[in-house]
């Protein structure tokens, strides 16, 4: 699963445009008024991060997303040795 602190200023700008019911220019605008007058989003990212780690539906898409690497590593390593014989 990719890493949250990766994608902070995306995950933020979806949900302050979900929830303030504007588009996601909107609230590029918002998030970049907001850092210019000295605003940060740590407080909010760690409610984030906190609400997907225990969502079911994040969970299982980290759990599916680790099987389907597991399932390639496999299937590279089972390519490899057949190409090696």
């Keep these: 699963m990719v890493d949250i602190k ?3 200023m995306s995950l933020i700008r979806a949900y302050l445009a ?3 019911n504007i588009s996601a220019e909107e609230a590029g605008n918002e998030i970049m008024l907001h850092l ?10 760690e409610e ?7 969502s079911d539906f994040f969970r299982f898409l980290k759990e599916r997303s680790e099987e389907e690497d597991s399932e ?3 299937e590279k390593e089972e390519e490899s040795e057949n190409t090696e014989v």
């Excluded at 210019?36 to 990212?45: L, P, Q, T």
């Excluded at 984030?48 to 225990?54: F, G, M, R, S, Y």
């Design 6 to 8: 990766s994608k902070n």
């Design 18 to 20: 979900f929830c303030g």
């Design 36 to 45: 210019k007058n000295g605003g940060k989003f740590d407080e909010i990212m």
């Design 48 to 54: 984030l991060k906190v609400a997907i780690e225990n």
């Design 72 to 74: 390639s590593k496999t």
